[in-house]
């Protein structure tokens, strides 16, 4: 994203040449594709389906009573949560049924940072 317009080229022809956002929404083919998720580790870890429970399994939350309902089942995607945790410092979330705790903002950029770690490993 360092430039408004960019082309993208294969054995010396332009494949592509538009805006940024155009291009990641609008491949112009397999090539241009590939060439992207090469290159875009965040791309994988955020178009991933992790959910509230995997964070609540590898201890991304603080155990504490809550009150009442909770507002995040486990099986709501973490990119809900992170839309949530945006406005909001916590959120209150539940597993199988029982409310475990909260989940705040350093929570989620701890589980964020470390899939983005493993996925980093795997290229």
């Given at each position: 994203?360092?430039?408004?317009?960019?082309?993208?080229?294969?054995?010396?022809?332009?494949?592509?040449?538009?805006?940024?956002?155009?291009?990641l929404?609008?491949?112009?083919?397999?090539?241009?594709?590939?060439?992207?998720?090469?290159?875009?580790?965040?791309?994988?870890?955020?178009?991933?389906?992790?959910?509230?429970?995997?964070?609540?399994?590898?201890?991304?939350?603080?155990?504490?009573?809550?009150?009442?309902?909770?507002?995040?089942?486990?099986?709501?995607?973490?990119?809900?949560?992170?839309?949530?945790?945006?406005?909001?410092?916590?959120?209150?979330?539940?597993?199988?049924?029982?409310?475990?705790?909260?989940?705040?903002?350093?929570?989620?950029?701890?589980?964020?940072?470390?899939?983005?770690?493993?996925?980093?490993?795997r290229?």
């Open positions: 994203m360092l430039g408004d317009r960019i082309c993208i080229m294969k054995d010396g022809e332009i494949v592509q040449c538009d805006t940024p956002n155009e291009i929404r609008n491949p112009a083919n397999e090539f241009v594709q590939n060439f992207l998720e090469s290159g875009n580790v965040n791309q994988h870890v955020l178009s991933s389906k992790f959910t509230v429970q995997d964070m609540v399994e590898q201890g991304y939350f603080e155990a504490r009573l809550v009150d009442g309902e909770a507002d995040f089942g486990s099986l709501i995607a973490v990119e809900a949560l992170l839309q949530q945790l945006a406005n909001q410092a916590t959120v209150s979330v539940e597993k199988e049924g029982r409310p475990v705790g909260i989940i705040t903002q350093q929570h989620i950029i701890q589980f964020l940072a470390k899939q983005l770690e493993r996925e980093a490993e290229v």
